[in-house]
């Protein structure tokens, strides 16, 4: 009889074991995961419970069958690649808005009815690069106003809706190694603080071009970073260039020796020497009238000024 209790007794507790649900898991998919149809969003949560973490590799969701990402919304992090693509009946990347970091690369492309990123605003930071590329109907990025580092380059390219870059204000400059902002039509606001404080850090890994007046070539941003006051670095001694307006022979000096260059605001390079001197003399008699953009790259930084050639 002692026996047989103690069977039972046994037999109860295994039994009481293996009831138990599984203990959930915070972190899953160290080779990441691609999601190509909406119940594969839909049933996430069913299929990794727990899952918080998403730990490696590339995390791909591409498919026009999705519509929104609200099965995702577990997820607080991507240690590998996100990449957003294709996903031509998605308006919105709701669903993703408890997601603080991404280990890698974001990459959201190709995506015909997004029209904005206001999910992503608890976006902390990016581990390599930020690009958001061909997105016809995206109007607005302000959604990543918390950014603060992409350790990498930015890309903001073929983007016809987009009229500013507002929302990439607060990103460190010094976790950007190159700023590319080309072919989005309607762009014509890219006076950020980030894009201001690259510029003005002399820096020369850019391409601006393509984009609406105003954001048309990294000259006219820089002057419209000067016009809305953003803080940039101040040069020591400052630029001088006169007289100006011009007619034929210009003096610049720049308080120390750099390279100079002068261009057009269509961005297209007019002049570009060694200055050995504080100070640089030009004869630019046969040039045509008109707004030139001068600067100059020296050991303590990007001098930059305009001339009015009479």
């Known amino acids: 009889m002692r026996k047989l209790f103690v069977f039972l007794l046994a037999f109860s507790s295994m039994a009481g074991i293996m009831a138990q649900p599984a203990k959930p898991c ?3 998919l160290p080779d990441g995961i691609t999601f190509s149809t909406q119940s594969e969003i839909d049933n996430f949560q069913v299929n990794y ?3 918080t973490s998403i730990m490696g590799g590339v995390v791909t969701i591409s498919g026009s069958d999705i519509t929104n990402l609200n099965g995702l919304s577990v997820l607080t992090s991507i240690v590998g690649i996100l990449e957003i693509k294709n996903c031509n009946n998605l308006t919105s990347l709701s669903g993703l808005d408890n997601l603080t970091s991404i280990g890698s690369i974001l990459y959201i492309h190709l995506n015909s009815s997004l029209t904005g990123l ?3 605003n608890h976006l902390t930071s990016i581990g390599s690069a930020l690009w958001i590329e061909s997105n016809v109907s995206l109007s607005s990025i302000a959604g990543l106003s918390n950014l603060t580092s992409i350790n990498g380059t930015l890309n903001v390219d073929y ?3 987009l009229t500013s870059l507002s929302g990439l204000d607060n990103i460190d400059t ?3 190694s190159g700023y590319f902002v080309i072919y989005n039509s309607s762009l014509s606001d890219c006076a950020v603080k980030s894009l201001c404080d690259f510029l003005a850090s002399g820096t020369i890994f850019n391409q601006i071009h393509n984009n609406a007046s105003g954001c048309n070539s990294p000259f006219e ?9 953003t803080e940039a670095p101040s040069p020591e001694p400052p630029l001088t260039i006169y007289p100006n307006p011009v007619a034929s022979t210009l003096v610049i000096g720049s308080g120390s020796p750099g390279l100079l260059t002068i ?3 269509a961005g297209q390079l007019l002049l570009q020497r060694e200055t050995t001197g504080t100070k640089t003399i030009l004869d630019i008699s046969g040039w045509k009238s008109g707004i030139y953009f001068v600067q100059i790259a020296g050991v303590k930084g990007l001098y930059s000024g305009k001339i009015l050639k009479l």
């Open 49 to 51: 419970p727990g899952c």
């Open 263 to 265: 261009r057009n605001p």
């Open 159 to 161: 983007n016809p809706a």
């Open 118 to 120: 206001s999910a992503l």
């Open 174 to 176: 010094a976790s950007i």
């Open 221 to 229: 941003v820089a002057d419209a970073c000067e016009h809305l006051g």
């Open 26 to 28: 915070s972190a899953c």
